[in-house]
């Protein structure tokens, strides 16, 4: 997969459980797991909004190009 999610990286810089950010944005913790793990093939805006409020990042925080 050429594109890297860094959930997790920024899950703990901000200190924040993946079950605590299911609930601050309304999204299964099963889809944030997936997405987590890389494991899906499409993100809305919205929710990819609604994450990087709660973390308090930028959408290029969270998904990175790998070259490879």
């Known amino acids: 997969m050429a594109i890297r999610i860094n959930l997790d990286v920024e899950l ?3 200190k924040m459980s993946l ?7 309304g999204v ?14 499409a993100i809305r805006f919205s929710t990819l909004e609604a994450i990087c409020r709660e973390l308090g990042c930028q959408p290029g925080d969270l998904l990175e190009y790998v070259n490879g």
Do not use: F, Y
């Open 28 to 41: 299964s913790m099963t889809n944030l797991s997936l997405l987590k793990t890389g494991k899906v093939k």
């Open 12 to 14: 703990a810089k901000s």
């Open 19 to 25: 079950t605590e950010l299911s609930e601050r944005v």
